[in-house]
């Protein structure tokens, strides 16, 4: 009998809480219990499928170009990319905004994943004239890390050397080449104070 009912409780609570959705961009920035950063993923590790998301549906999007689909016509995605909540950017868009763009080197999470995430780098694109900053991340927890020894900006460099220029090459091939060039690299310090600057 006890079991029935943890097991009737458990359902109840899925459903009404499946009916609740809260804004994916309004999460805090930092997570409240641990403090820690976190990045909603929006296309997992190793997807050629270019998807965003929209805080008005609150769904995630196939970016669409000529009315398909958008596809990266390169190498799939090296980690998970998504966005840090509860900041803003200069978007590419002449005068728009968008949540700093974060790339969390981890095994595939599905479109939805809240990551709580330390940050070891901060990569700078000009993409046809406009700067972009691109956040990249490994997740908190130990466990869920690919790289393990990459706990900052150092220790990256010094056990994972060639992961930088690899980076790199993927970030400048996504799209269009000739449109794309890396500025530069900053280290995790800068990483962080780049978020803190950019929260709302």
Not at 122 to 135: F, K, M, W
Not at 159 to 180: A, D, N, V
Request: a neutral charge; charged letters at 20%; aromatic letters at 6%.
């Amino acid at each position: 009998m006890r079991i029935s009912t943890f097991l009737l409780t458990g359902t109840l609570l899925t459903g009404s809480l499946s009916g609740c959705r809260s804004n994916l961009a309004d999460l805090p920035t930092y997570s409240a219990e641990r403090k820690l950063l976190q990045v909603v993923v929006e296309m997992p590790a190793g997807t050629n499928r270019i998807q965003r998301y929209n805080p008005a549906s609150q769904e995630f999007e196939p970016q669409q170009q000529a009315g398909s689909d958008d596809l990266i016509e390169f190498l799939p995605v090296p980690g998970n990319l998504g966005f840090v909540p509860a900041t803003q950017v200069p978007a590419l868009a002449a005068g728009a905004t968008q949540p700093l763009p974060a790339l969390v080197l981890a095994e595939a999470q599905p479109a939805g994943t809240v990551l709580e995430v330390t940050p070891v780098a901060l990569l700078t694109l000009d993409i046809n004239g406009a700067l972009q900053s691109v956040l990249l991340a490994v997740p908190a927890r130990p466990g869920q890390r690919t790289l393990p020894e990459a706990t900052d900006w150092g220790a990256l460099n010094k056990h994972y050397p060639g992961l930088r220029s690899s980076l790199s090459l993927w970030f400048q091939h996504r799209t269009r080449p000739t449109e794309t060039r890396i500025v530069g690299w900053k280290d995790d310090k800068e990483a962080e104070k780049y978020v803190r600057a950019h929260m709302q």
